[in-house]
């Protein structure tokens, strides 16, 4: 199994920045891939971005292209995503998730076997 935890959320002005952490714990970190993924009050839940086992294939989501980076740092076994140029409607809990590393990457959260617990980002008008 692996263990993920995210970290980072919190309360942001809209231009602002958040960088939020998914540290994860158990199985080889580096055999997966990792997503990040965000769920809105009475919104379906989707993906951000997404990271490949060696950080050097990754996917972003229109919403993300341009003002969020997705990176990875496989000795501290932990992903981080940039976030800049924060909206309004950026306001979700945010997810990381864990599957076995594959290309192409997962796009799709039934895809992922493991998630965390998730942390709210609130982006204030």
């Known amino acids: 199994q692996v263990q993920l935890a995210e970290s980072g959320g919190g309360l942001v002005q809209a231009g602002g920045s958040l960088r939020l952490s998914c540290a994860t714990s158990?199985?080889?970190?580096?055999?997966?891939?990792i997503g990040w993924f965000r769920q809105a009050p009475g919104k379906e839940r989707e993906l951000v971005a997404v990271?490949?086992?060696?950080?050097?294939?990754?996917y972003y989501a229109d919403s993300a292209k341009g003002r969020f980076t997705i990176s990875r740092d496989n000795i501290k076994n932990t992903v981080y995503l940039q976030m800049n140029s924060l909206k309004p409607e950026d306001t979700a809990v945010y997810y990381c998730?864990?599957?076995?590393?594959?290309?192409?990457?997962?796009?799709?959260?039934?895809?992922?076997?493991?998630w965390g617990q998730g942390t709210q980002v609130t982006v204030s008008s």
């Open positions: 158990g199985r080889t970190f580096s055999n997966y891939d």
């Open positions: 998730a864990g599957g076995i590393r594959r290309v192409p990457l997962r796009r799709i959260s039934g895809d992922y076997s493991y």
């Open positions: 990271i490949g086992w060696s950080g050097g294939n990754t």
